[in-house]
């Protein structure tokens, strides 16, 4: 229990830190486009100017887009589209990132320095990673993820396999699936491959629930080794610490320094898959709202369909009663954070 109230805190600060593009404003906006904060269920105008942060989730009505931009990125979300301003980790480090539940998106990334944690998006399928690119994701009601670079690299995974996409070419990958190999880009109309794509879940609705099934498992696994990683490196921290003090009371100063460092290597150890844990429970909801659209589409909900939601939803449960609800009910605590934050900053600190 000490363990999860300390990953709650951690959440907390990681929400509130400073961001690559969760600070970016609205530049350019066309149609109907509306926002919900992470603390709030409704849904309100999103007008131009305003700030998001993460947390916030857009979506977009037809012949509508919004492009969100900072110093270091520009982003468009196309029509039909919905997106979570989100947080991933990246080659073990805190990055920004998107987190599509379904829709289309250009990104133009700012080349970022060696010690920043770079972007991400995630889809139901899928993790792109990148470290400076221009680039389009598309996700479909089926969780089918195609990556087009225009511009640099994208590191695509989905539950088995990674590729990485560069200049002028392509990947794909289905919900539980790996990637396919790459190709030169296809030119496609995005809002009319998403209108295709939902036609075409009819008849298909078992197979995505399986899909997602078979993706939330290996998530629900990844989170419970993570976990148990963190308690291990938890405790033996501890006791390399308790180790390191008691060289210290003797005047070992060699190996006071030793255990000391052994100490914070695996605090950081524990620290890295205790933000592992989080991330990777907060995309739950990606796969989980793809599976009840299609458990709700089939005729049939007994037997294979029934077991299969029931499955997602005691992984879906588990992990949102011990972290995401915690974690958004103390959206009040990270207002305070980023305020102080802001006072700070506005006082030169």
Not at 96 to 109: A, E, H, P, Q, Y
Not at 247 to 253: I, N
Request: glycine content about 8%; some cysteine.
């Amino acid at each position: 229990m000490t363990v999860i109230k300390s990953m709650i805190t951690t959440a907390l600060l990681i929400l509130a830190a400073c961001p690559v593009f969760s600070a970016g404003r609205v530049s350019l906006l066309v149609g109907d486009v509306r926002i919900q904060t992470a603390a709030d269920r409704g849904w309100e105008p999103f007008k131009q100017g305003r700030q998001v942060e993460t947390g916030d989730t857009v979506k977009t009505g037809d012949d509508s887009y919004v492009e969100i931009s900072s110093s270091e990125a520009t982003i468009r979300i196309d029509a039909n589209s919905r997106v979570r301003i989100s947080k991933s980790m990246v080659n073990e480090k805190e990055a920004d990132s998107l987190s599509m539940f379904f829709g289309s998106v250009f990104l133009k990334i700012a080349k970022l320095g060696k010690d920043d944690g770079g972007f991400a998006v995630e889809t139901p399928a899928s993790f792109c990673a990148v470290r400076g690119t221009e680039f389009a994701v598309a996700s479909g009601f089926d969780g089918h993820t195609i990556v087009q670079v225009e511009k640099g690299t994208v590191s695509l995974s989905g539950s088995e396999g990674e590729v990485v996409i560069s200049e002028n070419q392509e990947s794909e990958v289905s919900l539980g699936g790996a990637p396919t190999g790459v190709t030169r880009i296809k030119k496609r109309a995005w809002r009319e491959w998403i209108r295709q794509n939902r036609e075409s879940m009819k008849g298909k609705e078992l197979a995505v629930l399986r899909g997602a099934m078979k993706r939330m498992m290996k998530l629900g696994r990844d989170i419970e080794i993570l976990e148990g990683l963190n308690e291990k490196l938890s405790r033996q921290k501890e006791e390399l610490q308790a180790m390191a003090e008691e060289y210290k009371r003797k005047g070992d100063d060699a190996n006071f320094r030793e255990y000391s460092a052994r100490a914070h290597r695996a605090k950081r150890g524990a620290y890295v898959a205790m933000n592992e844990v989080f991330y990777k429970a907060e995309k739950l909801d990606l796969i989980r709202n793809l599976a009840v659209d299609a458990y709700e589409g089939l005729a049939t909900k007994m037997g294979e369909p029934g077991d299969a939601r029931k499955k997602i939803e005691e992984i879906f449960n588990r992990n949102n009663e011990r972290y995401i609800r915690k974690i958004r009910s103390g959206d009040s605590m990270r207002q305070k954070i980023l305020e102080k934050r802001r006072n700070r900053k506005a006082q030169g600190e």
